[in-house]
């Protein structure tokens, strides 16, 4: 069983940072490729980065590119997600998500592909 486990939500000022973790067993982290959505109130969840366990690449939506980064972080087990610059359109609960294949954009972000999921974490970019 895969569990996934999201911290590091917090209420931020627009323009300032924010690290998510999302903690597992290292057996996840080497088996499946963990992906960061998120979803604000009323819209669809959405991906926003996936993190490729085989061969340590990265994916993100276009919204994100140059502001997030998404690495594992070996000492704590998990994949964390860096979000810098953060607008209040960043607003949102974010999860992080487990599947047993590579991310790739012929597929990513279909969040149907993922087979585990954490509770989520807030994140609320408010002046």
């Known amino acids: 069983q895969v569990q996934l486990v999201e911290s590091g939500g917090d209420l931020v000022q627009p323009g300032g940072s924010l690290r998510l973790s999302c903690g597992t067993s290292?057996?996840?982290?080497?088996?499946?490729?963990i992906s960061w959505f998120r979803q604000a109130p009323g819209k669809e969840r959405e991906g926003v980065a996936c993190?490729?366990?085989?061969?340590?690449?990265?994916l993100y939506t276009e919204s994100v590119k140059g502001r997030f980064t998404i690495s594992r972080e070996y000492a704590k087990n998990s994949v964390d997600l860096q979000m810098n610059d953060l607008k209040s359109e960043d607003t949102g609960v974010y999860y992080c998500?487990?599947?047993?294949?590579?991310?790739?954009?012929?597929?990513?972000?279909?969040?149907?592909?993922?087979?585990?999921w954490g509770q989520g974490t807030q994140v609320t970019v408010s002046s």
């Open positions: 290292r057996f996840t982290l080497d088996v499946y490729s």
């Open positions: 998500a487990a599947v047993a294949r590579r991310c790739d954009p012929s597929w990513w972000p279909d969040r149907r592909e993922f087979d585990y």
């Open positions: 993190f490729n366990g085989a061969n340590s690449g990265a």
